[in-house]
């Protein structure tokens, strides 16, 4: 079965950065991030097609850069200018269609693969 591995969570001060890192066990067309926060519904952040095209929360545009290194099936996510909105769990997820559309799209519901989650606070 397909396993993802997240890993890079932890506190940072508003302002600060973080990297998180996903493992995936095979290649998958759309890897990408989404977070949950107490008492508020998923949310996708990031994602990244087959193609390398990339879809963006509009709270973290300009903040955050997700990336992926194919050879290696890890997804990445670069996280800058941390606020403490930012703080949430982090979900690592993936989907087996190739079609680009439903990977922008970033529905949970969508997606076939999740990782357990790792844990981001940001602090004031």
């Known amino acids: 079965q397909v396993q993802l591995v997240e890993s890079g969570g932890g506190s940072v001060q508003a302002g600060g950065s973080l990297r998180l890192s996903c493992a995936a066990s095979?290649?998958?067309?759309?890897m990408g991030w989404f977070r949950q926060a107490p008492g508020k519904e998923r949310e996708g952040v990031a994602h990244i097609d087959r193609l390398g095209s990339t879809t963006y929360a509009d709270s973290v545009k300009g903040r955050f850069t997700i990336s992926k290194d194919n050879a290696k099936n890890t997804l990445f996510l670069q996280m800058n200018s941390l606020k403490p909105e930012d703080t949430a769990m982090y979900y690592c997820?993936?989907?087996?269609?190739?079609?680009?559309?439903?990977?922008?799209?970033?529905?949970?519901?969508?997606?076939?693969?999740w990782g357990r989650g790792t844990q981001v606070t940001v602090s004031s």
């Open positions: 997820a993936a989907l087996r269609t190739s079609d680009r559309h439903t990977c922008a799209r970033q529905n949970p519901a969508d997606f076939d693969y």
């Open positions: 095979t290649y998958l067309y759309c």
